[in-house]
T-cell receptor, first 114, second 112 residues
Framework: KAGVTQTPRYLIKTRGQQVTLSCSPI?????VSWYQQTPGQGLQFLFE???????NKGNFPGRFSGRQFSNSRSEMNVSTLELGDSALYLC?????????????FGQGTRLTVV | LAKTTQPISMDSYEGQEVNITCSHN???????ITWYQQFPSQGPRFIIQ???TKVTNEVASLFIPADRKSSTLSLPRVSLSDTAVYYC?????????????FGRGTSLIVHP
């Protein structure tokens, strides 16, 4: 079956702009989580959506938001981009959620803010 | 606050067994320990998950002592293709919700 698909793969944006990233989970998976990966901070949890509801949220400012659609596809939005938002953004899907389950990651979206 | 600590890097040679230990002193009672592997420009890939004692699958073993404050990922007979970054993952429940918390990762380099 198809894996987790993230689009776009690469993105370059200017400070102050906003960006929307997309994630299509594995068919049948209802949980979608987002992570930010940087050399300095490593892999950090942003938020999790399950059946269109945000279930958990990491310690990120309100500029980072997300949503999930009825088909489980998810989008992540970052407004007023800062240079420090440059990172690899990873999406993961799982059957039931982030706790004690196997998560399947996409290849990520590499965001560069200039 | 859940915090995981693992070695930054390790070196090994083909055919050897590699053991990577992660400490997680504040692991929640009902939380499992999960390990992931990541290659450059790819998302992490699940390796193994366990709660206590020993778990084994076709690629690795996971050893968890009775106090569950650490875990050791064991990779038998590594090959060059096992060169990757390995992460342990536990949850932080200190804020009332479950926050998946990755370690900083262990960069394993396998030499010929």
């Amino acid at each position: 079956k198809a894996g987790v698909t993230q689009t776009p793969r690469y993105l370059i944006k200017t400070r102050g702009q906003q960006v929307t990233l997309s994630c299509s989970p594995i068919s049948g998976h209802r949980s979608v989580s987002w992570y930010q990966q940087t050399p300095g901070q490593g892999l950090q949890f942003l938020f999790e959506y399950f059946s269109e509801t945000q279930r958990n949220k990491g310690n990120f400012p309100g500029r980072f938001s997300g949503r999930q659609f009825s088909n489980s596809r998810s989008e992540m939005n970052v407004s007023t981009l800062e240079l420090g938002d440059s990172a690899l953004y990873l999406c993961a899907s799982s059957l039931t959620g982030t706790m004690n389950t196997e998560a399947f990651f996409g290849q990520g979206t590499r965001l560069t803010v200039v | 606050l859940a915090k995981t600590t693992q070695p930054i890097s390790m070196d090994s040679y083909e055919g050897q067994e590699v053991n990577i230990t992660c400490s997680h002193n504040n692991i929640a009672t009902n939380d499992y320990i999960t390990w992931y592997q990541q290659f450059p420009s790819q998302g992490p890939r699940f390796i193994i998950q366990g709660y206590k004692t020993k778990v084994t699958n076709e690629v690795a073993s996971l050893f968890i002592p009775a106090d569950r404050k650490s875990s050791t990922l064991s990779l038998p007979r590594v090959s060059l293709s096992d060169t990757a970054v390995y992460y342990c993952l536990v949850g932080d429940t200190s804020g009332g919700s479950y926050i998946p918390t990755f370690g900083r990762g262990t960069s394993l380099i396998v030499h010929p």
